[in-house]
């Protein structure tokens, strides 16, 4: 079977089988079976092919794009729920009043936060006092995005209305320092709840209400790991957010 993406590459700038092998170091005989023949050569040949041609190694040979390893489970991986619903408030509550240096909230609404724990703006205040940086994204109710959560849910309305109470119930922290609250308009594929170096993130899934969705419990354990794929997520929406004022 002819390597076509070879051939192709090869005629475009003027490449012969024998100045290709001159150039990499091999035999003509050896580019002309790589393209007639679709013979992948060894690896250090192939990127130095790759690179004389201006082309993606993988692309023109996929044989030698190599899989990552699998883990059975991530390091970073503390538990996984079936649905939001089976956690207590509890781990919420103890998790935000574990924090030191960063609380980070991004959701729709998640009004069952204060609903269930009314003294969820206390808690902030005094980790905040303490020296924690607080910020929390809640959806801007007349969003189109919000909105078609809301019909994706199959709950109408009620996403708006859910996003304009939790605005309420964080209100009375707009001012206090350390804290802040913004309203975002992105598409939210998942409610993330961070406490320094742990989160809790709450899968939003096509037709479920969030407290029917998967949550899992990450710890952060080095760079680049799952925790940082969140992570760097809030930080992203965070900054196409509008500050909620006085």
């Known amino acids: 079977m002819q390597n076509e993406r070879l051939r192709v590459a090869m005629t475009g700038d003027g490449w012969t089988h024998a100045s290709l092998a001159n150039a990499v170091g091999v035999d003509p005989k050896s580019v002309e079976r790589w393209v007639n023949l679709g013979r992948t050569p060894r690896r250090d040949t192939a990127l130095k092919a790759a690179e004389a041609l201006g082309e993606d190694v993988h692309a023109l040979w996929p044989a030698l794009r190599q899989a990552r390893a699998a883990r059975a489970i991530s390091p970073e991986l503390v538990a996984v729920y079936d649905k939001r619903a089976d956690l207590p408030i509890s781990t919420f509550v103890d998790l935000l009043a574990s924090a030191r240096e960063r609380i980070d909230i991004l959701v729709y609404a998640a009004v069952f936060l204060h609903e269930a724990y009314p003294r969820l703006n206390e808690l902030l205040r005094e980790r905040a006092a303490d020296g924690c940086v607080v910020r929390i994204a809640v959806g801007d109710a007349d969003s189109e995005n919000v909105q078609q959560r809301g019909q994706e849910e199959r709950f109408g309305h009620g996403i708006e209305s859910r996003c304009r109470l939790a605005l309420l119930h ?62 760097e997520s809030f930080d992203a929406v965070w900054e196409t957010g509008t500050p909620v004022t006085g």
């Open 170 to 231: 964080y209100r009375p922290l707009v001012g206090v320092d350390g804290i802040e609250i913004r309203t975002h308009a992105t598409t939210l594929y998942n409610s993330v709840y961070r406490s320094d170096d742990q989160s809790l993130v709450n899968a939003h899934v096509w037709g479920v209400n969030a407290y029917g969705a998967p949550v899992w419990h990450l710890r952060r354990s080095g760079e680049g790991g799952m925790f940082d794929t969140y992570a």
